[in-house]
């Protein structure tokens, strides 16, 4: 099975997805298997990262700022260069391993939705995979 979901993002931001994702799993019926939660966009991503304190979403934005500042060099004519780089630094998929009819997740753990070239109507994916 493979489910799309859509939403509004900001300007650039994390958004947990990791109750959508779970819904997906629960309406699977899958028990014992893999979930890909993939980002079919260039200028966003997927991740897995802490999901309890806030303070990490901001300061892996900045890191992420910090290590790809916009560049007068850069040739990409919609001028989003370091949006790209960021998407391909965080990556476009995720991949959770299902025991038991439950995400494989540590404690803190959260799945997101990264925007990095917002506001923008996105979607992405949710395959579910028995096995």
């Given at each position: 099975?493979?489910?799309q979901y859509?939403?509004?993002?900001?300007?650039?931001g994390f958004t947990n997805v990791?109750?959508?994702?779970?819904k997906s799993l629960e309406k699977s019926g899958v028990t014992e298997?893999?979930?890909?939660?993939?980002?079919?966009?260039?200028?966003?991503?997927?991740?897995?990262?802490?999901?309890?304190?806030p303070a990490v979403?901001?300061?892996?934005l900045l890191g992420l700022s910090r290590a790809f500042p916009d560049c007068p060099e850069f040739l990409h004519a919609e001028g989003n260069s370091r949006a790209h780089l960021?998407?391909?630094?965080?990556?476009?998929?995720?991949?959770i391993p299902v025991q038991g009819g439950r995400l494989v997740l540590g404690t803190w753990q959260g799945i997101?939705?990264?925007e990095f070239d917002g506001p923008r109507r996105r979607h992405f994916y949710v395959k579910i995979l028995e096995g």
């Open positions: 099975m493979l489910d859509s939403l509004q993002t900001d300007t650039e990791t109750g959508m994702v779970r298997g893999v979930c890909v939660v993939y980002c079919p966009h260039t200028t966003a991503g997927i991740t897995i990262n802490e999901n309890a304190d979403v901001h300061d892996l960021k998407a391909s630094c965080v990556g476009s998929s995720a991949t997101y939705f990264c």
